[in-house]
Structure formats: C-alpha cells, structure tokens
C-alpha cells in the first residue's frame, strides 16, 4: 500500500495481463456458513483471507465441520444440519458481524450449548431483533452482559412447543444481516412446512440480500421473494453443497480495471475472481462500460476486457442500480466523444463525501466542462488534447475518488496526474496502485528517475531511500550491484585486475540478484545485506567498478529498476551514463573529514570495527580511483545540482531534493 502524502503516477499508455481482486467478505462468511451447513463437502475458491473470516473459520471448526486446506482452496465438510450430539462450545468472533449474526441464528436452530462472544466494540452492536425473531420460534437465547447486545448464550430448545404456523417478523430497517441470518438458518426448521419471515419497515440493502438469496439457491434453497416484504422458505428444503463454490472479488472494485481495459490501447485486461453472471449489484457496470464502447467477454469467474469503440461514446444513463461503480463512468466519460450524463445519483451527495460535488471539481481540474444538479453530472471531455491540464487530484478520504482518478492518467497530452492521500484506497482495496501499475505499460522515459550520484559516505543511499519513501518510488543502490561483483569474484578466487576483466563480467552476468520490497538483497537464496557493507567489499567494488566489461554487463539490470511509478537511483554514475534523461540529477558531496566521520560511526553502529584515519584514507584513494577511472567516472552530470551536505542534516537535505523535485512537477491544486 502507498502511505505517501501523494502519488504521482506517470502519463500511462497500454495495459495487458491480468489482475486479481480481493474477494467480497459478504460472500465468503455466507459461502462459508452455507458449506457448513451441508452435507457433504465443499471446495471453496478464492476465500477472503480478514479476520472476519478467520474468525469464521475457526468457530466453524468448533462446532464440528471439518476444513482442509488444498493449494488455494479450501475444502469444508459441513454437518449436514445437525449438530454431533452434545455439541458445546464457546465462539469468540471478534468483530465480525458476518460471523456473530448468522451463526447466532443457525447455532440456536440447531440445538447444543453455545457462548459468543467478541471485542468490546462486538458487544456494543445490536442483535436484539434477531434474538426476538428466533424466541418467536422457541429458541433458548439469554444476554450475558447487556439485553440485546453479545454475548450470548445458547441452549437447546424444545422446537415441539413452538410450531412455526405464525410469519416470523423481523425488522428491516436497521441491519439487512438480522434477515440475511433468519434467511440462511431458517431451512434447518423447514423439512416439514413452509416458514415464512414478514419484513417489518423499510428493508434497507436491498442488493445484499439478494446476495444471500442467490447463495442460498446456489446450496439448493429456493426462497420465494413477496416483494422484499415477505420470504418464504418452502416445505422440504435442505442444504445441499454445489460441491464446488467460487467466492467473487468485489464487483465495484472491478469497475476500476473495467474502465482500464475499455481506455487503455494494448491486448485488454483479464480480471479474475467476478464474472457477468456476478450475484453483486454492481456487476451491472459492465453494461454501462459496454454502451461506451468496451468490449468484454466473460466467463463464470473472469471478465476479459478490451478496448472496443475509440474514443468511447458518451452515454445518458439512469445510475441507481449501480451507485458506487458509476463514479468509474465520470472518469470514462473524459475519453468519449460528446457529453455524458449520470441521473439519479442523488445517494452521492450523503456518501464518504459529497460525491457529486467532489467529482464536479476534480474533473474540472483535468480540464472537463462540469454542470452538476442535485442528483445528477453531465461531463463534457476537454475539447483538444491541450486543452487537458496536468492536476492534483483532492481525495475526500473516499477510496473511490482515488481509484477512478488514477485512471487520467491515460491523458492524451501525456500529463501525469497527482492522487493525493493514496491510502484511502485501503478501506476496499489496500492494492489497488500495486494492481494498477502491474497490468500497465508506458514508454521507459515517461517513467521519472531522480539520480542521487557522489563519492562514498556522502549520504547518497540514506538521502535516496528517504526520497524514494516520501514519493512512493522504487530505489536502486547501484553501488550494492558492484559490491556484489567484487564478493562474487572474491568468492570464486578470481583476481580483481584488468587480466580478469571478461571472466568476472561472465560471471556477473549469471548472478541471481534479487532487491526484496523489504529492501533485502538476495544472492540466490542468500541475505548478503551484511557481507558486502564491509570496507574491504567497498575497496573491491570500486575496483571491479573499473572494469569496462563488467559496468557493461550490469547496464541491462539497473534499467530494469526504471518502474511505475518512479525510481530514486543512487551511485556514482547514474546521471551521466546510466538515466542520462532523468529530469532530476542531484551531486552530493560532503567535505572528506565529515563523510570519514560519518561512515565511522555507521560501522560502529552495526557492529563492523573501524578505524577512522584509515577509514579517511580508504575513502579518498576510493574517490580518487572512481574519479580518475576511464569509464564512467564519477563527475557531476551536466545538469546535475551540487549540494554539499557536510554542514546538512539528513532531513534538510531530503526537504531540498523534494523541493527540487516539487519545482518540475506540473501540477496545479
Ligand atoms: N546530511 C547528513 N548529515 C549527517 N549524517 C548523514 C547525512 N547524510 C548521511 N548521513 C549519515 O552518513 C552515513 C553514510 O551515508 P550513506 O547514505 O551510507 O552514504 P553513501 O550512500 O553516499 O555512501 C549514514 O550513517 C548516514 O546516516
Ligand atoms: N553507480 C556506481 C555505484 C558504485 N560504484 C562503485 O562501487 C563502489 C561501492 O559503491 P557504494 O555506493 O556502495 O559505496 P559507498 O558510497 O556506500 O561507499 C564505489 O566506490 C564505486 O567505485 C560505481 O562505480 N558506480
């Protein structure tokens, strides 16, 4: 996830591949819930991996169904709607509200002697009106703390008193999970009458429990829908498992990677993990993305997408049906041709934000014309490619904002956008950058790199990762590539001398060298972090940096780190020959008895002894041989900026880099 204060992603040009989405934690505690009550077993697909499910999982455990974990699925064998006999146990579902209200329901259907309980928070969220529900069946259910909150006790009830004759009332307006609960539980009391539930007031999310309803005939429950006002479970009904289950990635999720494959030029994005026969609301998306111009196949579990119509085709659409996915459209509609309108979205206005007006504004930003209405948006795309202005996008701590926003960066003019507080995204998608430049290509120089080179000790590496963090850029320590050349061939007993200059580049050439996110780096399976901080791999790094041949055959390797969405590169020659394009280059320098002092105390600090007069001789004769070598030698670039860092603190030079770097950005507020 990008913690950063903002992301700045590039002007972006194709995307191909595939991507994932994280699955729907509706889905997998319901999915999980039913398999559990089935005969039989069931292999479950892409399950969420939160705690809610944890939690889930493990209390499914405790009553008796069994849970083997096969490659990524994971395969459940239920209880077939009975408890072994004498079934007790105590459920601790921390805060997961898709554990504590079904299982609730069915545990008190089902007979045995239960507790569940949570996190203090779960104790203060309602149940009473699922517990009124069950009692009107006979169900033994008593308060352990406060009346009508968890925990809660459960004991077997004598079902014979109690003859289901009457509608179970439920109220609606509250939590759509008190009827999604009675609707799963209520078949373990339906073998031999019909049961039916009677919605009292409003029903509020409606489309979450159609999900229920969908999942329930997917384990042979075929409820009959009044009119979202009465339900009824027909005479005879049991659970029976599909066998086989696939639990869907969010659809409004997909809408973002939707949108990607219908405006991006390139062979189209495969989304994994929802289908068009998806059983969410707002799968319907795809329709609306189709009507614009997207061309999209789709199987039971995937949708393929590519891009069809170009430029899209503005679209008049009534939004309701899909009121989190449409915002995607707002952003679409900058690539089509004419105006496109968005009615009926009036819920925008009372969501994470105002979203109509929230969108009204950055959209403006980008160069569209906007009118908005009470519940509608009507987007006219900038008129010419100059027209399109390079912005920051404001977020509104709105996880969608930030998603669909990312998609400007297909710009014709070329220009990157800003997304400011990238993290909101984590309230659905905590990946979605990390997805996003995955499936995405664009032209290696439109990829910035700020190059930090100079001599030894002169703060480079600690100045580049800082940088690197603040931008959400990758990094390469180019000086760890030589370093690794010089221990490899001191490993192999290779001289370090131009005689052996063609067999140490051979043998660099075959170097598994891995750079972990975590900023490892790995030679084959091996953390050598340690091993080539010592001065002496210092001194043969330098000296191995001498050889022609051997710069050669890292040249391809460090391109390779130039990434979406940028890279901080440190070294001694990364200006000059390696980005010579890059739009920031930066020399530091320090004066030779600070940097002495400096690495003395970083080696003392990691345990290395040293010695500083000689640590000051080491580093000048190393200056002295990266300067006067005859390739590549260490100079500032032509357009590079000095700064001297000896009278510095690290965070005064890091503030100046990024103000450097903040004065070629083209964005306005
Ligand atoms: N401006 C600075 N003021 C004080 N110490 C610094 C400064 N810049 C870097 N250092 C310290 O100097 C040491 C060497 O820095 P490092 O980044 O390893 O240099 P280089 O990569 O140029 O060899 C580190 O311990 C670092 O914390
Ligand atoms: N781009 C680079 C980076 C390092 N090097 C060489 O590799 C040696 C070790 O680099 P480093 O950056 O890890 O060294 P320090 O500056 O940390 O001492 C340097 O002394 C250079 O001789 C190079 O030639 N070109």
């Known amino acids: 996830m990008f913690q950063t204060e903002f992301l700045d992603i590039p002007a972006l040009a194709s995307a191909g591949g595939e991507v994932r989405l994280p699955g729907s934690k509706s889905i997998s505690n319901r999915v999980l819930l039913l398999a559990a009550l089935s005969e039989g077993t069931t292999q479950v697909h892409d399950l969420l991996d939160s705690d809610d499910t944890r939690v889930m999982l493990t209390a499914l455990e405790q009553i008796g169904c069994r849970l083997e974990r096969e490659g990524d699925s994971l395969r459940i064998t239920g209880i077939g709607g009975a408890l072994p006999p004498g079934t007790a146990a105590e459920l601790f579902l921390g805060n997961a509200g898709t554990a504590m209200r079904p299982l609730t329901a069915a545990l008190a259907l089902l ?173 319907r998306f795809v329709e609306a993305a189709q009507a614009m111009g997207a061309e999209i196949e789709s199987g039971p579990n995937w949708l393929q997408v590519r891009r069809g119509r170009w430029p899209l085709q503005a679209i008049d659409l009534d939004c309701n049906h899909i009121p989190d996915a449409a ?83 297909f710009n014709p003019q070329q220009l990157p956008v800003r997304i400011e507080d990238p993290k909101c995204v984590a309230k659905t998608f905590p990946d979605y950058f990390e997805a996003l430049f995955s499936v995405c290509e664009t032209p290696r120089e439109r990829i910035p790199v700020i190059c930090i080179d100079g001599p030894t000790a002169s703060g480079k590496g600690t100045i580049a990762a800082e940088v690197a963090q603040r931008l959400g850029y990758g990094i390469l320590d180019s000086g760890a590539l030589y370093r690794i050349a010089g221990l490899a061939a001191h490993r192999a ?15 660099v ?43 050669a055959a890292l040249v391809s390797l460090q391109l390779n780190f130039q990434r979406l969405p940028g890279l901080v590169a440190d070294g001694r020659d990364m200006g000059t020959v390696i980005f010579p394009a890059a739009p920031l280059k930066v020399y530091l320098i320090a004066s030779a008895e600070c940097r002495a002092a400096r ?71």
């Open 111 to 283: 007979g045995g002697e239960f507790t569940l309980s949570g996190v203090p928070r779960m104790h203060e969220r309602p149940i009473g009106d699922l517990v009124d529900g069950l009692r009107q069946l006979g169900c033994s259910i008593d308060y352990l703390g406060n009346d009508g909150y968890p925990p809660l006790r459960i004991a077997p009830a004598d079902f014979r008193a109690a003859a289901v004759q009457a509608p179970i009332q439920v109220r609606g307006d509250v939590s759509s999970q008190f009827l999604t609960s009675l609707l799963m539980a209520l078949p373990l009391r339906a073998a031999a009458q019909d049961i039916t539930i009677e919605v009292v007031g409003e029903l509020i999310s409606k489309p979450y429990i159609h999900i229920t309803l969908e999942l329930l005939a997917r384990f042979g429950i075929a409820v009959r829908n009044d009119n979202w006002q009465r339900f009824q479970i027909p005479a005879g009904s049991r659970y029976r498992s599909p066998g086989e289950i696939h639990v869907e990635a969010d659809a409004s999720s997909a809408s973002y990677f939707i949108a990607l494959g219908a405006i991006a030029a390139g062979p189209g994005v495969r989304i994994l993990g929802v289908g068009a026969q998806s059983i969410q609301g707002d799968i």
């Open 327 to 409: 915002m995607t459209l707002g952003v679409m509609a900058l690539y089509a041709e004419g105006t496109t309108t968005l009615r009926n979205i009036a819920s925008w206005r009372v969501k994470e934000t105002d979203r109509i007006a929230a969108m009204a504004c950055e959209l403006r930003k980008l160069g569209a014309s906007v009118e908005e209405g009470a519940d509608y948006l009507r987007v006219t795309p900038p008129a010419r490619p100059a027209d399109w202005r390079a912005a920051s996008i404001h977020t509104y701590d709105d996880h969608r904002v930030a998603m669909c926003f990312s998609l400007a960066a």
């Open 493 to 507: 007993g290779i001289a370090i001398d131009p005689v052996h200059e063609e067999e140490i580049a051979a043998l």
């Open 509 to 551: 050439r075959t170097l598994p060298i891995r750079f972990t996110a975590t900023q490892q780096i790995l030679l084959g399976d091996e953390d050598i972090g340690h091993a080539i901080r010592s001065e002496t791999a210092g001194m043969d790094a330098s000296r191995v940096s001498a050889l022609p041949a051997v710069r």
């Open 599 to 669: 690495r003395y105390k970083q080696l003392i600090s990691k345990g290395i002894s040293a010695n500083i007069t000689a640590l000051r001789a080491d580093l000048e004769a190393r200056d002295a041989r990266d300067m006067l070598r005859s390739v590549a030698p260490l100079k500032p670039a032509p357009d590079a900026l000095s700064l001297d860092s000896s009278e510095l603190s690290i965070e005064q030079v890091v503030e100046q880099v990024l103000h450097w770097w903040q004065q070629r950005q083209p964005f306005k507020g």
